[in-house]
């Protein structure tokens, strides 16, 4: 270039060596021989397939990925020269002559070989994927015509990341339909990556992985520190990640069992691209598992002091609320898992044992059992009735809780008399019959007056010891057969002294009020609050509630907003904005009343 006068200039350029990962030699860029594959036809068929429907991705838009790869699909290099894995089935002679046949004896057949002919198996083994694209089929006795192959394939699902959809998924299905002329699997789930809480991709070299089982059995900080700092390709980031890990869990992490992992991860899969990881939702499983355990123990309790459960179930209002509750959880959760959501799954389950079946259910018997108004054969059938709704319960929760479950049923055995060796063979929950019974309604409405009452007890920081009068006015006549029914469970649970009609010719008290369609719940407030400091308060709300109210407003008369926006989000803002009004009307009649005590 120098004598051709090419040459501008020379000067010294440093460029980055790359390296092994794990055995930091220097890696040189060498050209090799390869065997392809041609996988132009195989994709066609595979794309075919997910096209008409035979195999589907959930969620459907993964598709779109598969699609991308499959149509701008290349030769596949499918040789490895690493130690393990399945030898190339090819022969070469001294000239390189390739043959390729199932085995050397078949080699000789196939080509007419001499025997003393000298032939060596190809040393370079196929790609793992390769192998694991076999998977489906070769797992089940194939190339045999075998019961196991016919019984078990296709298969229903398969659950992997985004990330292997080409690598894994898509081979698997050029393959299978190749070999055995059918899809590997009905339906393919994806689901999405695990990051930690701050949404950073895991991996040893940043030190911000989590075992799993750590999170189960419990770790200290010392031991957590040494397993994420050894065998680092970057001794310098050492002390980085003992520092991170001080600062995340300076106590290290407790034991949170199985079941509690195994809820977290369940609630996650919602199908995002990304999930981020957070011990804090771990720990609101596990205190979850605890929350069905001591239900399970107070009920055990409840059976050694009355003589054990009747033999019939309860036929109380609250006891067949309870009952249809459940089936409508069931039919919910029987939905959304043939839609692969196993974060409502999980979300449903949490939601009617901590709060149908803990905070309301057995509250409610808690009263009835202890109550002298019921006999023993009354108490027995309530107890009937609780350990059936546990045992059903307690199948629903199983696939996504299944060790304390399976526990808990065998400790409850001989009293819910299921005959299944285990709750894993056990019925899954599937009622679909669709009820909204007088008794149903009843307890909602039940519900509903005492939230209401313990609402106004919280935002007026009246203590939940001191009792209170509740008055009652312009209901109907439901609403008055109600009260009278249910008077002692409203007045137990929500701490009142006396539960009254209020006359209308009479002048009401200054009272806190809530609004249950026509009927209105008063509280008189004199001597529970101090006023000035209730009136400031309800201002300040008042004046957070119009700031609310005007920025949704604003939102709302915007077009874009309207016609760009989400349809979901225009109709949470919406609905918002009802709510908004809703409140503040009911905050201004609140000031009304305070200020009758000042």
């Known amino acids: 270039m120098d004598g051709l006068k090419l040459l501008e200039k020379i000067e010294p350029y440093k460029t980055k060596i790359p390296r092994g990962d794990r055995s930091n030699s220097i890696l040189e860029p060498l050209l090799t021989y390869q065997w392809f594959l041609d996988v132009k036809k195989m994709s066609k068929v595979a794309i075919k397939a997910v096209k008409n429907g035979e195999t589907q991705f959930v969620p459907k838009n993964w598709e779109n990925t598969y699609f991308a790869w499959m149509n701008d699909i290349q030769d596949w290099c499918i040789s490895r020269q690493i130690w393990w894995g399945h030898r190339i089935p090819a022969w070469l002679d001294d000239e390189g002559n390739i043959f390729v046949a199932e085995n050397i004896k078949k080699v000789r057949e196939k080509y007419n070989l001499d025997p003393k002919k000298k032939i060596n198996q190809e040393e370079d083994v196929l790609d793992t994927w390769f192998s694991s694209a076999l998977w489906t089929f070769s797992t089940l006795g194939w190339p045999s015509k075998d019961n196991l192959l016919k019984k078990y394939h296709p298969t229903d699902v398969l659950v992997t990341g985004f990330d292997i959809i080409f690598f894994w998924v898509a081979r698997m299905i050029m393959m299978t339909t190749h070999f055995i002329s059918e899809v590997p699997f009905k339906k393919i789930f994806i689901h999405g990556l695990v990051n930690d809480s701050e949404g950073q991709k895991m991996s040893k070299s940043k030190g911000n992985i989590i075992d799993p089982l750590d999170i189960i059995d419990g770790i200290s900080t010392k031991a957590l520190i040494k397993k994420r700092t050894e065998g680092l390709l970057q001794p310098k980031m050492k002390e980085k990640i003992e520092k991170q890990t001080i600062k995340e869990f300076p106590e290290g992490i407790q034991s949170h069992g199985t079941d509690a992992l195994r809820l977290t991860y369940c609630s996650l899969a919602s199908g995002s691209r990304d999930v981020n990881f957070d011990m804090k939702r771990v720990e609101g499983y596990r205190n979850f598992c605890n929350k069905l355990w001591n239900a399970a123990r107070f009920i055990k ?298």
Request: proline share 3%.
């Open 301 to 598: 309790l409840q059976l050694a002091d009355n003589d054990g459960p009747g033999g019939k179930e309860s036929k109380d209002s609250p006891d067949l609320w309870i009952k249809e509750k459940l089936n409508e959880t069931s039919q919910k959760v029987n939905s959304y898992f043939e839609e692969f959501r196993f974060d409502l799954v999980t979300l449903t389950i949490y939601d009617f044992i901590w709060n149908e079946f803990c905070d309301w259910y057995i509250e409610i018997c808690k009263i009835r059992l202890s109550s002298k108004a019921y006999g023993v054969k009354e108490k027995r059938a309530i107890l009937q009735s609780l350990i059936s709704t546990l045992e059903k319960s307690l199948r629903l929760a199983h696939p996504i809780m299944p060790f304390i479950t399976e526990e808990l049923w065998q400790q409850f055995k001989s009293e819910h008399k299921n005959k299944s060796l285990s709750i894993m063979i056990s019925e899954y929950p599937a009622d679909k019959t669709k009820r909204a019974s007088k008794e149903y309604k009843d307890i909602e409405w039940v519900k509903e007056i005492i939230s209401g009452i313990r609402n106004i007890r919280g935002e007026m920081r009246i203590k939940p010891s001191v009792k209170i009068s509740a008055l009652l006015q312009q209901g109907d006549n439901n609403d008055k057969r109600r009260s009278k029914d249910f008077e002692y469970l409203i007045s137990e649970l929500s701490g009142l002294g006396s539960l009254e009609w209020h006359n209308q010719k009479e002048e009401l008290p200054a009272s806190a009020i809530n609004f249950h369609k026509k009927l209105k719940v008063l509280i008189p407030l004199e001597g529970l609050i101090k006023a000035e400091e209730e009136k400031n308060r309800i201002e300040k709300n008042i004046l957070k509630l119009t700031r609310e109210s005007e920025s949704i407003s604003k939102q709302l008369k915007n077009k874009k907003f309207i016609n760009n926006a989400p349809k979901e989000l225009v109709s949470n803002q919406k609905k918002r904005f009802q709510e908004i009004s809703q409140e503040l009307n009911l905050q201004d009649i609140q000031i009304q009343e305070i200020q009758k005590l000042l």
